[in-house]
């Protein structure tokens, strides 16, 4: 099977890196990732500016391909222009940091893989809950199982699978929860600073994560040191409002 490896790091992130190492054995892969890091631009894509792509060497092999653009826009190019043919899957990752909750619609990572969900193409995001010293090994190795899964049992159409992978060693990861998109989201704040020239400018700071505390929410399982897959779709009605407000009436 042809596999197409992205992420929101940039081309050059350890993460892909290790993605690459223990997937290269076993399938035919193409790297089409953007060539600076693009994390939290969501599913952007650029309209205002050419997609400018360059080949990418490692040890003086061709490695892939980096674009000047958006991780949406690395699929889309590499699907449409870049690849002979369309890949049996697309594996967006390993992202430096967990992908749960609300904080998924900003997530490059994430919406890379539902851009290939749009084109109908298997596909899953796959992230490490570190932020910094992270140590890829062991969700590189899970990524395999995670390629070997969704072959063996599929996806709907237009679904991709959100995987979050607890930064413990393999000895600590106590299981694997099927869960849904939690509501946790960053309770954040803003540095007000000012630079040598006397102008104010301000700095996004103070992250910290709110939970509702739900069981089969993607950040309790993450939590709890078990590996969180959520299958994410890009409908996003709202259904029992929508049904709600059928019974409501609005005038011309």
């Known amino acids: 099977m042809d596999l197409l490896l992205t992420n929101d790091d940039g081309i050059h992130a ?14 035919k892969l193409h790297i089409v ?29 061709f490695y892939g391909y980096a674009v000047k653009g958006t991780p949406a826009d690395c699929v889309k190019i590499a699907v449409q222009e870049l690849l002979p043919s369309p890949p049996g899957m697309v594996l967006s990752g390993i992202n430096l940091g967990a992908n749960v909750g609300v904080n998924i619609l900003y997530s490059g990572t994430v919406c890379a893989a539902t851009e290939a969900a749009f084109q109908g193409i298997p596909s899953a995001a796959i ?14 190795e899970f990524s395999r199982k995670i390629v070997r899964f969704i072959s063996e049992y599929g996806l709907k159409k237009g679904t991709a699978l959100n995987v979050n992978i607890p930064a413990v060693p393999a000895g600590q990861v106590e299981g ?14 803003y540095e007000r600073r000012t630079d ?22 993607d950040s309790v399982a993450l939590g709890r040191n078990r590996i969180s897959i959520t299958p994410i779709h890009y409908d996003l009605t709202c259904q029992d409002e929508l049904d709600r407000l059928k019974t409501c009436s609005i005038s011309l």
């Open 33 to 61: 990732a953007p060539d600076t890091e693009m994390s939290a631009v969501g599913h952007a894509i650029t309209l205002s500016s050419p997609l400018r792509i360059r080949e990418v060497h490692k040890g003086g092999r």
């Open 127 to 140: 992230s490490l809950a570190a932020r910094k010293d992270p140590d890829f090994t062991f969700a590189a």
């Open 176 to 189: 694997v929860s099927f869960t849904r998109q939690g509501t946790s989201r960053f309770e954040e704040r």
């Open 14 to 27: 350890p993460g892909l890196f290790a993605l690459y190492q223990s997937l290269k054995a076993g399938f």
């Open 196 to 217: 040598p020239r006397g102008n104010v400018y301000y700095w996004l700071a103070g992250e910290k994560i709110v939970e509702n505390g739900n069981p089969e929410n």
